[in-house]
């Protein structure tokens, strides 16, 4: 026997949608209706299975450490690590969780001192390879003053380490020490590396920390899955109804010298950016996790249900297209969840339920933990950025308070918080 509900969703008598549900039909699968009757959600599935395959095991590295990057004030620097071997999808242990890489770095002054949470980063090139694997080990600073900077690498290992801390430390990478030396800003105009971060002083705007200049955001609030585009490794559409983005209006838009990957993928989301910078437009907001919302296209993780694994390429990928924007003078609106998977309450009047997709429910547990903090370790070097807690957000205020609060402990950048 097959019991078929169906509820129509409202408030208060007044409905939602025009549609009513008459009569359910069950036809016989047969070769002219089985592919009509594969579900969306398969295709998740498939990829889910492929990426959980065996990987081949290499060596671990060194403990080597390696500075890349324009060593200029308010610029990226990079160090890499040569750490444990790991895979994407490994469980014992897993890298995003199981490991806890963490850099301080100290202006020789003493002030300031950060202390940036570090990642995984495969094989260190994977937005060009889509490696899932390999021993290096990444965080980014955005150095506030010219000078030399010292770093100091802390690394454990243990159950939860990354979300939870504690672990024991894991030689020879714990203890890493170097220095390296950091030049004045060469950068003009809308690129925010001139006028240094975003900061809050109480005021009405955010400020600019090394020009003191005001900033007010006038920007493009749509569309909401900006990156739901088809150059992403393995970014996946669900619903029919809404497709990857091409962004092909705006390749045009893309100029020699702007950045690329895998042989000129993202010239129609780097152009976009251009057009928008050329216009005046100065921020642009995008969901980075919107399983279950309106567009059911866009998640950090190998897989739409696999909350902890995260894939190395794709946000590799994410993080040129953030960085061209910072450099176009567009602010990075982060919108951390959508309405239909930010906690357990279902519908209009939150009702009490289970939503998969949510992130521990609602509250600040081990996955919400480790989202915020893979984004901050990945993205937080950026400049001018915010984060907003979610779009059209439901959850109690108690974890509103705790997941703004992890937040904050997390960023080294103390970035807006909306």
């Not at 060194?62 to 750490?83: F, M, P, S, Y």
Request: glycine share 12%; net charge neutral.
């Amino acid at each position: 026997m097959v019991e078929v509900r169906a509820q129509v969703g409202s408030a208060d008598g007044r409905e939602w949608s025009r549609g009513r549900w008459s009569k359910v039909a069950f036809i016989p699968r047969n070769p002219a209706t089985v592919g009509h009757g594969q579900s969306q959600l398969a295709l998740a599935a498939a990829q889910r299975e492929r990426l959980f395959r065996p990987v081949a095991r290499q060596a671990s590295g060194n403990g080597g450490v390696r500075i890349t990057g324009e060593l200029r004030q308010w610029h990226k620097v990079t160090l890499d690590l040569a750490g444990p071997f790991a895979a994407e999808t490994d469980t014992a242990p897993n890298p995003f969780t199981g490991y806890r890489f963490d850099v301080t770095f100290t202006h020789e002054s003493g002030s300031p001192s950060h202390t940036v949470p570090g990642y995984f980063a495969a094989d260190g090139t994977a937005a060009e390879t889509s490696a899932t694997a390999g021993p290096v080990w990444r965080a980014h600073l955005s150095p506030d003053k010219p000078g030399k900077w010292n770093y100091r690498v802390s690394f454990t290992v243990g159950p939860n380490a990354a979300t939870y801390g504690g672990g024991k430390a894991l030689a020879p990478y714990d203890g890493k020490a170097g220095s390296f030396t950091v030049a004045a800003t060469n950068k003009t105009g809308a690129d925010f590396r001139a006028g240094g971060r975003l900061t809050y002083n109480g005021g009405h705007y955010l400020v600019a920390a090394g020009s003191g200049q005001p900033f007010l955001k006038a920007g493009a609030d749509a569309p909401e899955t900006l990156l739901a585009y088809a150059d992403f490794d393995d970014t996946l559409a669900l619903k029919k109804e809404v497709p990857l983005k091409t962004w092909a209006p705006h390749v045009g838009d893309w100029r020699v010298g702007d950045p690329t990957w895998q042989g000129g993928k993202g010239k129609g989301l780097i152009g976009a950016l251009n057009y928008l910078g050329a216009k005046g437009v100065n921020a642009i907001s995008f969901l980075t996790y919107n399983a279950a919302g309106d567009g059911d296209n866009v998640w950090p993780f190998v897989a739409r249900d696999e909350k902890f694994h995260y894939d190395c390429s794709r946000l590799d990928q994410w993080s040129i297209v953030f960085e061209h924007a910072q450099a176009r003078g567009v602010f990075l609106h982060f919108k951390l969840q959508e309405n239909e998977n930010d906690d357990d309450r279902i519908g209009p009047q939150s009702k009490p339920g289970r939503v998969p997709e949510s992130l521990d429910g609602g509250a600040c547990g081990p996955e919400r933990r480790l989202y915020l903090r893979e984004l901050i370790a990945r993205f937080g070097h950026n400049l001018a950025l915010n984060w907003n807690l979610g779009e059209e957000n439901t959850q109690s205020p108690e974890e509103q308070r705790a997941m703004a609060q992890f937040i904050h402990d997390t960023d080294p950048y103390r970035h807006l918080i909306v």
